[in-house]
């Protein structure tokens, strides 16, 4: 018996790439509205009341409301706003995060699916943290790039049509919303400078966090144990680690690669990450987020 899904905001950026991850599964039925009731209060109440699983690809607010609407339901609901990511009431969508915490996602009703960047920087800060290799009172900065997918309809319109060109910083005031995130499941206390770009390129991401320290090889050794044996998440070997670093590397997949660079003999180490920003660092990571919650295997679909 197929399992009954409902995409709330499926002609976003988010909801258009699961849509096209779930559409043609012989285990999945979708629930779709037509575009004249996509808003109607009543009918989105009625499709979530038929879904076992709705995923939320909406605005924060928005997002908040329909949870609300959900509170009285069995429907269970997978989150892709920033809305809920560190509300304790919600599991975080990393199964990879932790031991402990696929099983979590696999019971949960409430599942917050984690932001693409901050995918990135949890992947490389968590196994450090734990190991006490990173300290959680260190001064950190993180830098990254990602295609013009990652800011949605409108950049992706401005790109298109050549109303913007080339590449650019942004986020520089320091209020960037993965941070908030990254923090709490990085294990953190002080804030990161994070300073993210966008690239002139469609898809893909590279986000990467200098250290001054040469224990390279314990770094690498932790976050080699932590993913072992991960479907998704994949550690370079060391000795392959002076490869070009390529955010397009991993488009169209639901992988994460991480490496450690730099020059440990002089001290200066560079935490790497690459995924596709439209796939493990959100559809991609929605779909293996249901997957599991509905018992099926991670990889189906991706």
């Known amino acids: ?43 989105r109440a009625d499709a979530f009341a038929q879904a076992d699983v709705a995923i939320l690809c909406l605005p924060d607010d928005a997002s908040r409301e329909a949870a609300v609407i959900c509170e009285t339901l069995p429907t269970r609901l997978i989150d892709a706003s920033t809305a809920h990511r560190i509300n304790p009431n919600w599991v975080y969508g990393f199964p990879e995060l ?12 409430l599942v917050s699916n984690p932001g693409c960047y ?43 049509k050549g109303e913007t060109t080339g590449n650019f910083i942004y986020a520089t005031p320091q209020h960037h919303k993965h941070m908030p995130e990254v923090m709490h499941y990085g294990k953190v206390a002080k804030s990161p400078i994070f300073v993210p770009s966008v690239g002139q390129y469609a898809q893909g ?13 314990e770094l690498h050794a932790a976050l080699t144990a932590h993913y072992a044996g991960s479907q998704f998440v994949n550690v370079r070997p060391l000795d ?63």
């Not at 699961?18 to 039925?29: C, P, W």
């Not at 932790?98 to 009703?109: D, S, V």
């Not at 734990?130 to 319109?157: C, N, V």
């Open 1 to 43: 018996m197929s399992a009954k899904v409902f995409i709330d905001g499926e002609v976003g950026t988010t909801g258009l790439q699961i849509r096209d991850r779930l559409v043609n599964r012989e285990d999945i039925t979708l629930i779709s509205l037509p575009e004249d009731r996509r808003k109607d209060a009543a009918a």
């Open 98 to 109: 932790a031991a402990g915490q696929r099983a979590a996602i696999a019971g949960a009703k």
């Open 118 to 160: 901050s995918t990135c920087a949890i992947a490389l800060l968590r196994p450090l943290t734990d190991a006490g290799l990173i300290s959680s009172d260190a001064d950190l900065s993180i830098f990254g790039i990602s295609g013009y997918t990652g800011g949605g309809k409108a950049m992706i319109a401005e790109y298109e």
């Open 205 to 217: 991401m590279i986000v990467q966090i200098p250290l001054h320290t040469s224990r390279a090889v």
């Open 240 to 302: 392959q680690a002076q490869a070009r670093e390529n955010p397009q590397a991993f488009n169209t997949t639901n992988q994460l690669e991480l490496a450690v660079l730099g020059d440990a003999a002089d001290g200066r180490v560079v935490l790497s990450a690459i995924l596709d920003n439209l796939g493990k660092g959100a559809s991609g990571a929605a779909v293996q987020n249901l997957n599991i919650m509905l018992g099926l295997d991670d990889a189906a679909g991706l």
